[in-house]
Structure formats: structure tokens, C-alpha cells
């Protein structure tokens, strides 16, 4: 195999290990062992075999040799993944699309694997170790270059039929009418919020606007100089995603929505979405509501360690 890039996590401490927390990535495997007082050891990357199911299922099972016997492998990966027959579809993994992915490497690595959608990991730490902590209802947003999301209830991530729950992004929203256009969304329909609300979004909002090609990081700094077209571009964006996520709060009952991704960088903007979305939802408060989330690039491997702790029937530890 080859070398490894190791680095440690701000939280890191060594113990006894209890399990193994990996987050995958197109490009890279990212790995800690998780000790027994609940803390990430020592970071450990190494490249991710994409089109190789015994090169993948070999490189995990390396991850894992030091672990204790009957030890979980807990696994944070951007797809879908049905609870119900296990099936994974995982659309730049080919070598895992479609499979058992959890029963296939319990079988070969003989230990306990959980396996969860990365946004809902993120959700997930964000629930336990970040601006969700202490709370029941925790709905966390990816506003990167999709529309995310996952939902945490009790400290434990919920599930959906088909393995999609969460998925605000998705659904034929948009009509088409005045200022924002209906475009055709990769899932296969048309209008999704996808589409107009993530970064590329926005910029599509500002191009449809003023007939000018510009970067969302471009637009967002501009909006917060004050520029009138970015402000038109910005006051749309707000104004088409503030709505849906707005139902989303009234239906989950979020009394916190953590939000990732590229967009969550200006917290100005974040916090003009949470003017917006709280001046929509049923609940009166003045507290701040939607806020950028605080995990950071650890948030894969948080969620994941989260899930041994709080899931996995062999640690104990109640939600």
C-alpha cells in the first residue's frame, strides 16, 4: 500500500481503541480510531481504490488491522444508501455502486460496519459536537455545490425509506415564473431548489439576472461591498431558498440548523438566510436559527465516530 499522510485531529488523544471512523472521498480515504473516552487518535489518508471493489475492500481492511477484535468500522461516504436492503448507490465509487456495501465488508473484514450518507455524518456532528449540541431537533444543511441535508433526532440520525431523508434540494419546486428559472436537476426532474439554490445556483440566479457568467465566491463578495447586481442576484438566492427550508423547520421542529458547505464561509450571508427563514417558519423566536456550522473538515469523521458511539450495540453508550 502506499505511504501514508498522517496528521492529527485538534481533538486527538490516544487511547484504547473502541472502533474506526472513515470518511470517503472520491480522491481519499480518511481514517481515526476512536478511543474509548470518545476522542479521534491519529488521522491517517490514504488514496481511495474507485473502480477496484478487492483494491477498496483491501485498503479498509488495512485501516482496520490494528483494531480489536469485533471492533466496528463506521464509514461516512457521499450516497445513498437503503436501510432496508443495504443496497449502496454511489455515483463516484463505481466499484461500490449497487453492492451490499456494508454486509460485503463485514464479510470480508469479519467486524461490525455502519455505513451513512456523509451529509447526514455531518448532521450528526454537528448534533453532538457542535452548534447543535443539547438539542433534540438538529436539521443540518449542505449548501456547497449541491443542496443537502440530513436530520438528527435524540442524537441519532433518521433514517429514510430508500435511504433518503433529508434531501430538501430534490423535488419539482420551481416553476419557472418571473425571475427564477426552472432547470432541468441531474436526479432527473426539473425545478429542483438544487439547481437554483446551491453555489452554482446562485450563480445561475445572477447570470439569468444580468446576463453575466460569475463565480458565487465572486457574487457573495460583492454583495457584502454592497454592489447593486450582486445584491439583486443575493436578495433571489435568499428569497428561493429561504421558503423551502422554512417548511423544512416547520416539519422536523429543528431547533437548530447547522450550515456547511461553500456558501456557510460568508457568515454574513448565513446570517441574512437566518433573518430570512425566520421571519417564515410558524415558531416566533429571536434566537439565531440557522448558523454556520462548526466542525468543519472533521465533521465526516465525527458523524461517523458518532454513530459507534451511539448505535453501535457492543460500546453502550446511550443516545
Given at each position: 500500500?502506499?505511504?501514508?499522510?498522517?496528521?492529527?485531529?485538534?481533538?486527538?488523544?490516544?487511547?484504547?481503541?473502541?472502533?474506526?471512523?472513515?470518511?470517503?472521498?472520491?480522491?481519499?480515504?480518511?481514517?481515526?480510531?476512536?478511543?474509548?473516552?470518545?476522542?479521534?487518535?491519529?488521522?491517517?489518508?490514504?488514496?481511495?481504490?474507485?473502480?477496484?471493489?478487492?483494491?477498496?475492500?483491501?485498503?479498509?481492511?488495512?485501516?482496520?488491522?490494528?483494531?480489536?477484535?469485533?471492533?466496528?468500522?463506521?464509514?461516512?461516504?457521499?450516497?445513498?444508501?437503503?436501510?432496508?436492503?443495504?443496497?449502496?448507490?454511489?455515483?463516484?465509487?463505481?466499484?461500490?455502486?449497487?453492492?451490499?456495501?456494508?454486509?460485503?465488508?463485514?464479510?470480508?473484514?469479519?467486524?461490525?460496519?455502519?455505513?451513512?450518507?456523509?451529509?447526514?455524518?455531518?448532521?450528526?456532528?454537528?448534533?453532538?459536537?457542535?452548534?447543535?449540541?443539547?438539542?433534540?431537533?438538529?436539521?443540518?444543511?449542505?449548501?456547497?455545490?449541491?443542496?443537502?441535508?440530513?436530520?438528527?433526532?435524540?442524537?441519532?440520525?433518521?433514517?429514510?425509506?430508500?435511504?433518503?431523508?433529508?434531501?430538501?434540494?430534490?423535488?419539482?419546486?420551481?416553476?419557472?415564473?418571473?425571475?427564477?428559472?426552472?432547470?432541468?436537476?441531474?436526479?432527473?426532474?426539473?425545478?429542483?431548489?438544487?439547481?437554483?439554490?446551491?453555489?452554482?445556483?446562485?450563480?445561475?440566479?445572477?447570470?439569468?439576472?444580468?446576463?453575466?457568467?460569475?463565480?458565487?465566491?465572486?457574487?457573495?463578495?460583492?454583495?457584502?461591498?454592497?454592489?447593486?447586481?450582486?445584491?439583486?442576484?443575493?436578495?433571489?438566492?435568499?428569497?428561493?431558498?429561504?421558503?423551502?427550508?422554512?417548511?423544512?423547520?416547520?416539519?422536523?421542529?429543528?431547533?437548530?440548523?447547522?450550515?456547511?458547505?461553500?456558501?456557510?464561509?460568508?457568515?454574513?450571508?448565513?446570517?441574512?438566510?437566518?433573518?430570512?427563514?425566520?421571519?417564515?417558519?410558524?415558531?416566533?423566536?429571536?434566537?439565531?436559527?440557522?448558523v454556520p456550522a462548526s466542525c468543519g473538515p472533521?465533521?465526516?469523521?465525527?458523524?461517523?465516530?458518532?454513530?459507534?458511539?451511539?448505535?453501535?450495540?457492543?460500546?453502550?453508550?446511550?443516545?
Open positions: 500500500m502506499n505511504s501514508r499522510d498522517r496528521s492529527t485531529l485538534p481533538h486527538a488523544a490516544e487511547d484504547a481503541a473502541i472502533g474506526l471512523a472513515a470518511d470517503i472521498g472520491g480522491s481519499f480515504i480518511r481514517a481515526a480510531r476512536l478511543s474509548a473516552d470518545g476522542t479521534l487518535g491519529v488521522q491517517t489518508r490514504v488514496p481511495t481504490p474507485t473502480r477496484d471493489w478487492p483494491a477498496f475492500r483491501d485498503a479498509l481492511g488495512s485501516l482496520c488491522e490494528e483494531l480489536p477484535p469485533g471492533a466496528p468500522l463506521s464509514i461516512s461516504i457521499a450516497g445513498v444508501f437503503d436501510p432496508a436492503s443495504g443496497v449502496a448507490t454511489v455515483a463516484n465509487i463505481p466499484c461500490i455502486d449497487g453492492r451490499h456495501l456494508a454486509a460485503d465488508l463485514e464479510n470480508a473484514l469479519k467486524r461490525p460496519v455502519l455505513v451513512a450518507n456523509d451529509a447526514d455524518c455531518f448532521a450528526l456532528a454537528e448534533a453532538v459536537h457542535g452548534v447543535g449540541a443539547g438539542q433534540r431537533n438538529v436539521f443540518g444543511v449542505i449548501l456547497g455545490s449541491g443542496v443537502g441535508g440530513g436530520l438528527v433526532v435524540g442524537g441519532r440520525i433518521v433514517e429514510g425509506a430508500g435511504g433518503v431523508c433529508g434531501e430538501w434540494g430534490h423535488g419539482p419546486l420551481i416553476r419557472g415564473h418571473g425571475d427564477v428559472p426552472a432547470i432541468a436537476c441531474g436526479c432527473g426532474q426539473t425545478g429542483c431548489l438544487d439547481t437554483v439554490g446551491s453555489a452554482r445556483g446562485l450563480e445561475r440566479l445572477h447570470e439569468h439576472l444580468h446576463r453575466e457568467r460569475r463565480d458565487s465566491r465572486a457574487i457573495v463578495e460583492a454583495w457584502e461591498k454592497g454592489e447593486a447586481e450582486a445584491a439583486r442576484a443575493v436578495a433571489l438566492w435568499l428569497d428561493v431558498v429561504s421558503g423551502p427550508l422554512a417548511v423544512i423547520v416547520n416539519v422536523t421542529g429543528a431547533s437548530i440548523v447547522p450550515v456547511g458547505g461553500g456558501l456557510a464561509n460568508s457568515h454574513p450571508l448565513i446570517a441574512a438566510l437566518d433573518t430570512a427563514v425566520r421571519a417564515r417558519i410558524l415558531r416566533r423566536t429571536s434566537e439565531p436559527l440557522v472533521d465533521a465526516g469523521l465525527l458523524g461517523a465516530a458518532s454513530r459507534i458511539e451511539r448505535e453501535h450495540p457492543q460500546i453502550g453508550v446511550e443516545a
